[in-house]
């Protein structure tokens, strides 16, 4: 196989890593390698990719959807941006935007009140099993977190990243996942620096959990890497493991690069 070293690497590094996690690499058709990577997780931010789905999936049906007016949900905190600015209505556009480039909580919850929250996740059920909605963001949750598995992670993220039926429709939610602003993980800037081709992602955390998801697109190919962590006081340790996922797909796709050049 084309990335056996890679594989052979990454299977070494969790290995030696302590904390509870899942880590997939996949193409765009199938898993590469993977550990646990249908063990559910506590979502954090990665539900969002959830949320994102289910509206891109409504506007490709009803392409006006981008354009509907939401009247904004009490504020919350957390990830964003939206609770700092005047207009109290925003387009469904520029809320799923929000959402997935700069994690907006509250961007999030206003699609959420708007297409409801008990459609959206049923649909998730039935659409990307793994994925679990059961609240908004930043409620109690004491009995009724949100969940993920690393196989879903990818799954969704493939779909955000997989161009409209009618591309004049405008392939929003990529993108945003392209320009994600949180690069601290898989997609740490000083790793990206050398990077030739073009990148995705969408991450989340909470305070016992970092996540990342990841597309590395170069040479004609993507690869995909899903990173989910949880852990009791290692968060440096979550955060490293990160990563060196990511460095050591940059490299292995240097290396091919080299020989191709």
Known sequence: MAHDHLIAQLDQLQQQFGESHALLLADERQVLFGTRTDVLFPAASLIKLGIAAYVKAQAQADPSQWQRKVVLPRSVGGAGVLRFMADS???????????????????ANALLKTYGLTTVGRWLDQQFPGAKLNRSLMQPHTDNDNWISAAATWRLLRSLLTPPCRPADGDWCARALRHQQNRTKLLLAPTMKNFVGWTAGKTGELP??????????????????????????????????NQQVGALIVDDFQQRRNRLH
Request: glycine share 2%; with cysteine; proline share 0%.
């Open 89 to 107: 209505s925003w387009c469904v556009r520029d809320l799923v935007t929000l959402m997935l480039m700069v994690s907006d909580n509250l961007a």
């Open 208 to 241: 016992n959990c970092e996540h990342d998801a990841a597309c590395f697109a170069a040479e004609g190919e993507q690869l995909y890497a899903v990173v989910l962590t949880t852990f009791d006081h290692q968060r440096e340790a979550a955060m490293r493991f």
